[in-house]
């Protein structure tokens, strides 16, 4: 891991739903919460099939000292961390991190667009609040499916009035990237956090626009990729390795789990190190990572085994470990 986790117990001292599948969680930690800048997350203990797991949440809004909120978006195909969370009533206890920030706001640029898709409001919440006390130039563009379905939008609103503008697909209005993207100030920075498909297609404008790759910002929740997954074999001929990949398993946890090494890190396609050479595909590979760029995902030489999968058939692979 990049950082060492530190658990603890909290309280759910309130459960609210924000949206019909997006549920607030107040959480008091018995230690009491750590102060935190916006972006920040935390992580909580889950239990899937009986197993210990956890899964990450980003902190909502800008905290009062006492408490954390995080807000989790119920997924349908998933291995069952969210369904585990939804299953928790008031005054459960679960374990919980101390907050972490791989999504920091850097402040002193001339303007910031921040773009939120779906569940991907939850960091932007701290995001606007700390901008708005700065007094910097600033925007939302909230996208989602319909107003019903957009968690907090209402105490946005509230709070930063014009800044925060709405593209719900069941009117119809799509969010012109491009346009967007034209009309920042040089300098500005665009922070986005949501879907997979939404977060390349504002790399590829911002590229073509001419901005500096590091002033678009980005978390990826590891969401789905274009293909729902599906269970394929994964190959590695050179360790005699041939092993099916289940619907609800990467093909890093099957490699693990058969005793394969398998360096890793962040386990959702952000840091690279766990990325493995294609030796051969038999149907498509769903690159579901931030880290290869496109044209390595065109050329499907590589593949990140911690969230991209194989779909209709099987992968051939070779690792970098060599005994
Ligand atoms: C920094 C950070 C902050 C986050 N903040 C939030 C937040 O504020 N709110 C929130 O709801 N979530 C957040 N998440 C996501 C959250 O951690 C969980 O991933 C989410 O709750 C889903 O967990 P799950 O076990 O239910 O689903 P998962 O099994 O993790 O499935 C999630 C998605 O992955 C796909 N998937 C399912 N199985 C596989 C598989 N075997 N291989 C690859 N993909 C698969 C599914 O299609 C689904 O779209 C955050 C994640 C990170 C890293």
Not at 139 to 161: E, N, P
């Amino acid at each position: 891991m990049r950082y060492a986790l530190t658990w603890s117990t909290a309280r759910i001292a309130n459960i609210r739903d924000v949206a019909p599948t997006i549920r607030e969680f107040t959480l008091v930690p018995e230690e009491g919460a750590r102060p935190y800048a916006p972006g920040s997350h935390i992580n909580v203990a889950v239990v899937i099939d009986g197993q210990p797991d956890h899964r990450s949440y980003s902190l909502v809004g800008a905290g009062d000292g006492s408490c954390y909120r995080i807000a989790v978006r119920q997924h349908e195909d998933s291995r069952g961390g969210s369904r585990y969370m939804w299953s928790l009533p008031e005054g459960a206890r679960l374990s919980l991190t101390e907050p972490h920030n791989l999504f920091p706001l850097e402040f002193g640029r001339p303007e910031y667009l921040l773009i939120a898709g779906g569940i991907g409001i939850t960091p932007m919440v701290a995001m606007a609040s700390a901008l708005a006390r700065t007094g910097a130039s600033w925007r939302m563009i909230y996208v989602a499916k319909s107003l019903t379905d957009a968690a907090f939008l209402d105490d946005l609103a509230a709070q930063h009035g014009a800044r925060i503008e709405t593209r719900f697909s069941d009117e119809g209005r799509r969010l012109d990237l491009d346009a967007e993207i034209a009309a920042l100030a040089p300098e500005a920075q665009l922070y986005l956090c949501g879907p997979l498909r939404l977060l390349d297609a504002a790399r590829a404008s911002w590229a073509k626009a001419g901005r500096a790759a590091a002033d678009l910002r980005f978390e990826t929740f590891a969401s789905g990729g274009l293909f729902a997954p599906e269970p394929f074999r994964v190959k590695i001929p050179r360790l005699g390795v041939d092993l099916e990949v289940p619907v609800d398993r990467t093909i890093l946890d099957t490699l693990e789990a058969a005793g394969v090494d398998v360096m890793a890190d962040c386990r959702r396609g952000e840091c690279g190190l766990c990325v493995l050479d294609v030796l051969g595909v038999e149907g498509a590979i769903d690159h579901r990572d931030v880290f290869l760029s496109d044209h390595e995902k065109q050329s499907n030489a590589k593949i990140c085994a911690c969230v991209s999968r194989a779909v209709g058939g099987s992968i051939t692979l070779d690792t970098a470990y060599r005994p």
